[in-house]
């Protein structure tokens, strides 16, 4: 029996993981059953088992690669440049990373457990945000009256009310407005 290379291995991982993204996001964790998960991925229960220990392994892994993501673009771009991401990716909540976040703010909320597991997990995006807040501080690029982890915290909050208010279906006609307005309170004022 022909050896499977690491890279054909982390290929099918990532396979299962970009399957059952929209799978968690519509049907959140307790409704992607495994037959569910078995046919947004095409493939078997064994096959997906194999390479995560139980559907919570799985939620874990695709919600720490989400984060991982978001953290990447914040350390890029700013958090606020992932809000705009989700205003310009209207599918993002059924297939994007968007559903996984609110799936994450669920389980946190009614699962003690998942909620102590995930916390380190969740420092990532807490910790992309300050080192990109503190650089823009050193650039002059900042406001200096308010400390980096309140605006680091003002933006993690903005970015929380925006999810919510996408994933309850309002109206999104004037948020690009809103993010201008909210890019604008962490700026420094000339």
């Given at each position: 029996?022909?050896?499977?290379?690491?890279?054909?291995?982390?290929?099918?991982?990532?396979?299962?993981?970009?399957?059952?993204?929209?799978?968690?996001?519509?049907?959140?964790?307790?409704?992607?059953?495994?037959?569910?998960?078995?046919?947004?991925?095409g493939l078997s229960r064994g096959a997906i088992f194999h390479h995560f220990r139980d559907k919570e392994a799985l939620f874990l892994a695709l919600a720490e690669q989400d984060t991982e993501r978001m953290a990447d673009l914040v350390a890029e771009q700013g958090l606020v440049q992932v809000m705009r991401e989700l205003l310009a990716s209207p599918e993002s909540i059924d297939v994007g990373w968007t559903g996984t976040f609110l799936e994450i703010a669920r389980r946190g909320r009614t699962?003690?457990?998942?909620?102590?597991?995930?916390?380190?997990?969740?420092?990532?995006?807490?910790?992309?945000?300050?080192?990109?807040?503190?650089?823009?501080?050193?650039?002059?690029?900042?406001?200096?009256?308010?400390p980096v982890p309140v605006l680091?915290?003002?933006?993690e909050l903005m970015l929380e009310g925006l999810?919510?208010?996408?994933?309850?279906?309002?109206?999104?006609?004037?948020?690009?407005?809103?993010?201008?307005?909210?890019?604008?309170?962490?700026?420094?004022?000339?």
């Amino acid at each position: 029996m022909p050896r499977v290379s690491t890279d054909e291995l982390a290929a099918r991982r990532q396979r299962i993981l970009d399957g059952v993204r929209g799978c968690f996001a519509r049907h959140g964790y307790e409704g992607a059953t495994v037959r569910r998960l078995e046919q947004s991925t095409g493939l078997s229960r064994g096959a997906i088992f194999h390479h995560f220990r139980d559907k919570e392994a799985l939620f874990l892994a695709l919600a720490e690669q989400d984060t991982e993501r978001m953290a990447d673009l914040v350390a890029e771009q700013g958090l606020v440049q992932v809000m705009r991401e989700l205003l310009a990716s209207p599918e993002s909540i059924d297939v994007g990373w968007t559903g996984t976040f609110l799936e994450i703010a669920r389980r946190g909320r009614t699962d003690p457990g998942f909620r102590d597991r995930w916390r380190n997990h969740a420092e990532a995006l807490t910790a992309a945000t300050r080192a990109r807040l503190e650089r823009q501080a050193r650039a002059g690029a900042l406001r200096d009256d308010v400390p980096v982890p309140v605006l680091a915290r003002y933006l993690e909050l903005m970015l929380e009310g925006l999810v919510s208010h996408l994933a309850t279906g309002l109206p999104a006609d004037d948020l690009e407005g809103v993010l201008d307005l909210v890019e604008g309170a962490v700026r420094r004022r000339r």
